[in-house]
């Protein structure tokens, strides 16, 4: 169906303030219409997913290639043996226990940290820019900070590279606010359930692709082990090169243009006493530590499943990084699950109903978590371990759904 709103005809039926009352990604293949003005629902829509994605991608890009990196920077216990070492036997040679883990361990606390800061100010950089020019911000800084990053050549730089490149992580924001503004409450929450789950298979998407960029450029090219891993990091920044165009020229803040506060209601943008306001409230309090009990464990995941999988089992670098992207992978389907069970328990016994589908879920994330942590080699091996994180990972995208 179409609609007529203020002179435009829009490809989706809207409402009277002219948000989208269908959603439907897959209308006529990758549904972004024919311009920007007369389908900016969808084109926001995948804007916004695409832009989550790709971040996660570059965001965690060191990740995967980490047992790599850490040979190449000199972080191994065993550094001056395993340099004596032809390039190819170096990686299964590497001792990483002591200060090689508290290096890494350093930088994966590092890599989520400014992403806390960034994440806490997004509010107030969207309403000043508006969701498509904030998302183009951040992919820009994620192009410039990623690129830098293949100069790290020890694990301060590591740390540092890690800590700038997180704030890729607040095109989160942009991606449930964009899409908050352009469809109606009928359909807003299966439009930000997907968008949220599909952009965080950006998580799992780079535990497979940076690996294999690298072996693209280690074994195909015949780059050097160091050349290699930066070389890779360059898949990232391309992506954001033909991605910030798209999001710039392709798309609008709004169903009518551009951004302005008076949508959301208010008369003037946020400012720092707003902020102070909303912190004092405790059940906000109360929503930071469930959410950071569900992203925040998963965020953990992304950074060292890989490289679990790699040392603890023995399992190539490629190889590790397909098991690891099992765990992202959930996303397809396991955050929509956890919004249909809250809403189904929200219809029965209201908010109660809600806080009970999250304290299962945790519950649930909980115990898998243990279960994971328990197999190793002589306990079942890396099939065991793919099992339980599986399960683990469905609650995880059931708690934060």
């Known amino acids: 169906t179409m609609a007529m709103a203020e002179g435009i005809q829009f490809d989706l039926e809207v409402d009277e303030h002219n948000k989208a009352l ?139 590279a890690r800590f700038f490149v997180s704030c890729l992580g607040s095109t989160f924001v942009v991606n449930q606010f964009w899409n908050s503004i352009m469809f109606n409450r009928k359909v807003v929450g299966t439009a930000n359930a997907t968008a949220g789950g599909w952009g965080n298979l950006g998580g799992g998407l780079t535990q497979t692709i940076m690996p294999l960029a690298y072996r693209f450029w280690n074994s195909g090219v015949g780059l050097g082990l160091g050349a290699s891993w930066r070389a890779a990091m360059f898949l990232p920044v391309a992506m954001y090169v033909i991605l910030i165009p798209f999001i710039f020229f392709g798309t609008q803040d709004t169903t009518t243009g551009k951004f302005d506060v008076a949508l959301l209601g208010k008369s003037k943008k946020a400012g720092f006493m707003t902020y102070v306001k909303c912190c004092m409230d405790y059940r906000v309090f109360l929503m ?29 670098l490629a190889a590790a990084g397909a098991l690891a992207m099992c765990f992202g992978g959930m996303n397809l389907f396991a955050r929509s699950l956890g919004g249909i069970a809250s809403d189904w328990a929200n219809k029965r016994w209201q908010m109660t109903g809600r806080l009970w589908a999250h304290f299962v879920s945790l519950l649930g994330q909980a115990i898998f978590l243990f279960l994971f942590g328990c197999i190793d080699k002589e306990t079942g091996g890396w099939p065991v371990a793919l099992a339980m994180l599986i399960v683990f990972s469905i609650f995880v995208n059931m708690a934060e759904g």
């Open 22 to 160: 269908e959603f439907n990604p897959f209308k006529g293949g990758l549904h972004c219409g024919k311009r920007k003005r007369t389908n900016p629902h969808m084109r926001a829509f995948w804007a916004a997913t695409a832009a989550f994605c790709l971040a996660f991608v570059g965001w965690f890009a060191f990740a995967p290639l980490l047992p790599v990196v850490r040979v190449d920077i000199g972080l191994c216990d065993n550094n001056d043996e395993v340099q004596k070492l032809p390039e190819d036997q170096r990686v299964k040679a590497c001792v990483c226990k002591k200060a090689c883990k508290a290096a890494i361990g350093n930088a994966n606390i590092a890599a989520v940290s400014f992403d806390v800061f960034t994440r806490f100010i997004m509010g107030s950089i969207i309403e000043y820019l508006g969701p498509r020019l904030a998302d183009c911000l951040l992919l820009g800084w994620g192009t410039v900070v990623v690129s830098l990053s293949t100069l790290v050549t020890g694990g301060a730089g590591l740390i540092v």
């Open 288 to 316: 930071i530590f469930q959410y950071s009990a569900c992203f925040g464990c998963e965020l953990v995941m992304n950074n060292i499943l890989a490289t679990h999988f790699h040392d603890a089992f023995g399992v190539e």
